[in-house]
């Protein structure tokens, strides 16, 4: 049974940090691309950063409104992946998601390149 599970979500002032941390069990980490999404209130889920198997820096993507706030990372020995969450806002707020992905070149960017999902983990931005 393949499991995802986020960690490391909470509150944090505008201007803090977090890092959210994904642990994954019951499949080949090493072979699944990890992405990360997030759901506020009233809207669709949206992509936020995903990262190859590889996890080089060549092989991680970012949506607009956290490149340079985010970084995304994995831990292949670990079975984990992070996203380290700099720079915060309140608009920041959301449900965050990790996702896995087994294909060949599946799109990370997109809800339906992957195949497994967590269950998310709240982020909430105060002012």
């Known amino acids: 049974q393949v499991m995802l599970v986020e960690s490391g979500g909470g509150l944090a002032q505008a201007g803090g940090s977090l890092k959210l941390s994904c642990a994954a069990s019951?499949?080949?980490?090493?072979?699944?691309?990890m992405g990360w999404f997030r759901q506020a209130p009233g809207k669709e889920r949206e992509f936020v950063a995903a990262?190859?198997?590889?996890?080089?820096?060549?092989?991680?993507y970012y949506s607009d409104a956290v490149k340079g706030r985010f970084t995304v990372s994995r831990d292949n020995a670990e079975r984990t992946a992070y996203l380290q969450m700099m720079s915060l806002k309140p608009e920041d707020t959301a449900v965050y998601y990790c996702?896995?992905?087994?294909?060949?070149?599946?799109?990370?960017?997109?809800?339906?390149?992957?195949?497994?999902w967590g269950q998310g983990t709240q982020v909430t931005v105060s002012d």
């Open positions: 990262v190859r198997r590889s996890g080089l820096d060549t092989g991680k």
């Open positions: 996702a896995a992905s087994g294909r060949i070149g599946a799109l990370l960017t997109s809800n339906d390149g992957y195949d497994y």
């Open positions: 019951g499949l080949t980490f090493s072979s699944y691309g």
